[in-house]
């Protein structure tokens, strides 16, 4: 952690310590670490006796295989939540439009305090803890807490390690690094179960997501040329088989495993128009700047876009004729 991180925990800690009421955001359609990471340090600050609210924009809806995370009664739907709040704390979250209608609350807040991982963040938020080598948005909760010194019991662990574990890929990706497995001990020994929270994460689905999978595959296109595998998931697959968007988030990592490809491209098109990119590499190919270009963001192997206009068939061939120059 350099230098400039550890001013801005200092600076992050202190902003929260000095608060009593708390307004905690995450990016929309939360992953585990963005919901991970809310909600282990909102309920070390409930412990903390402060008043907490934590939210995210529209759709207000928990993907089913993170409901089993502690602390989700401290979510309240994003109209409740407090308009111009004294402190705001955001998670995971690279920019004010990732936080959908919650963009204007945080726009308003007194204090607005960014804690996360991403690339190149918007210049947003008066405190900025941002460290774009740290794996996951939880480690930095984990030091913030450390740097608060508050206690981390068995539930602030679980949220902690849910983050850790969703945003590595179960330590598999090459942001994992020592200290990522040393924090994973500590919660361990916290009270985390690792194999429950996996169980819970990559271990159960329902059947429907077998068949749309099936449907998404059975669509899926290479072209060897440009090394990208891809292909559309659409929200009449979902209805066909009883199942949500909440329940696809791990999809993508079925596409990525065609070795041919060094970009896998999953194109989720909703039934209003609008299409969500999911892009992965395997190395070579920089996704977050790709992201970027269409609008979105991420991380170098690992990023997204909201796209609209245009169908998913042309928005996967502008992708595969984008991929050579992030290379
Ligand atoms: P996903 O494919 O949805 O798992 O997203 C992978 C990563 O891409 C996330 O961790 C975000 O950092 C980023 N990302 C996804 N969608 C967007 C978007 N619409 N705008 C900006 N960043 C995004
Ligand atoms: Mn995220
Ligand atoms: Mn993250």
Known sequence: MGDQVTGALQAAAEAIRNADRLALACHVGPDGDALGS???????????????????????????????????????PPADFPEEPAVMVVFDCSSADRLGELGANAGKAGTLVVVDHHVSPDDFGHVALIDSTSASTGELVHALLGELGWPIDAGIAEC???AIITDTGRFQYQATKPETLRIAARLM???AVPSKITQNVYEKTPFGYLKAAGAALERATLHPEEGVVATVLHEDDLEANGIDWGDTDNLI?????????????????????????????RGATDVGGLARALGGGGHRLAAGA?????????????VVSMVEDYR
């Open 38 to 76: 809310m909600l282990g340090l909102g309920l070390a600050a409930r412990n903390a006796g402060k008043e907490v609210v934590a939210s995210f924009g529209t759709p207000f809806d928990v993907a089913p295989p993170l409901r089993f995370l502690p602390g989700l009664d401290l979510l309240v």
């Open 160 to 162: 902690l390690l849910t």
């Open 306 to 318: 909201t796209l609209t206009g245009e169908t998913p068939e042309e928005v996967i061939q502008k």
């Open 253 to 281: 990592d079925l596409i990525r495993l065609a070795e041919e490809a060094d970009v896998a491209v999953l194109a989720k098109v909703f039934r209003d128009g609008r299409i969500k990119l999911s892009m992965r590499s």
């Open 189 to 191: 020994e916290a009270g």
